[in-house]
């Protein structure tokens, strides 16, 4: 089955850049998303199509995706941005979560 | 704007059929999109327990496939998960989505219930 992997952490300071990469088996072929979730909280997309932002989302928040990696960039980290990141994509038919990334702003 | 709700009970047996349904308000379940769900166990990352077409077509994580059963109620502007002989793993927060499908492609989970948690304990 299809897998994408995260590192667990990512640690930044705020106003700094925080950089929270996705990796799967020909990953850049598939449109990637990422995912927002606060504790207590639904999840949020804040990117879908590899790179297009939702509307009502900052434009801090950017992506790529190319080869085996999808990237979420955060740019001026905000304390408001602490949270876990979903990255995610469609083998085939199925939905695939990445395990998630704790971001600390600290 | 539209709205997902979950409901359904929060303790289930083990062996038994957990069963859980999601209202969609501010939209018709008949649109062009795919209706999911996904939950998240105590501790651990989300997990995609499969989708249905509002024409009747289903999708299941291929893990829990010959558990899980969704169904639409175009009547009811509703969805329904059916998860059979569960277990401790499958206690977790589970959440109804909506996956935006435009010319055949699907933009994400755009919209999310808030989650429902659902407890396997005899």
């Known amino acids: 089955s299809y897998e994408l992997t995260q590192p667990p952490s990512v640690s930044v300071s705020p106003g700094q850049t925080a950089i929270i990469t996705c990796s799967g088996d020909?990953?850049?072929?598939?449109?990637a998303c990422w995912y927002q979730h606060k504790p207590g909280q639904s999840p949020v997309m804040v990117i879908y199509?590899?790179?297009e932002r939702p509307s009502g989302v900052p434009e801090r928040f950017s992506g790529s995706n190319s080869g085996n990696t999808a990237t979420l960039t955060i740019s001026g980290t905000q304390a408001m941005d602490e949270a876990d990141y979903y990255c995610?994509?469609?083998?085939?038919?199925?939905?695939?979560f990445g395990g998630g990334t704790k971001l600390t702003v600290l | 704007q539209v709205q997902l709700q979950a409901s359904g009970p929060g303790l289930v047996k083990p062996s038994g059929t957990l069963s859980l349904t999601c209202g969609v308000s501010?939209?018709?379940?008949?649109?062009?999109?795919?209706w999911n769900w996904v939950r998240q166990p105590p501790g651990k990352g989300l997990e995609w327990i499969g989708e249905?077409?509002?024409?009747?077509?289903?999708n299941y994580n291929p893990s829990l496939q010959s558990r899980v059963t969704i169904s639409l109620d175009k009547s009811k502007n509703q969805f329904s998960l059916k998860l059979s002989s569960v277990a401790a793993a499958d206690t977790g927060v589970y959440y109804c989505?909506?996956?935006?499908?435009?010319?055949?492609?699907?933009?994400?989970?755009?919209?999310w219930s808030q989650g429902t948690l659902v407890t396997v304990s005899s």
């Open positions: 249905i077409y509002p024409r009747g077509d289903t």
């Open positions: 501010g939209g018709s379940i008949i649109s062009s999109n795919w």
């Open positions: 020909e990953l850049g072929d598939k449109y």
């Open positions: 989505a909506r996956v935006r499908r435009v010319q055949d492609s699907r933009l994400g989970f755009d919209y």
């Open positions: 199509h590899d790179r």
């Open positions: 995610q994509a469609w083998d085939s038919s199925a939905a695939v």
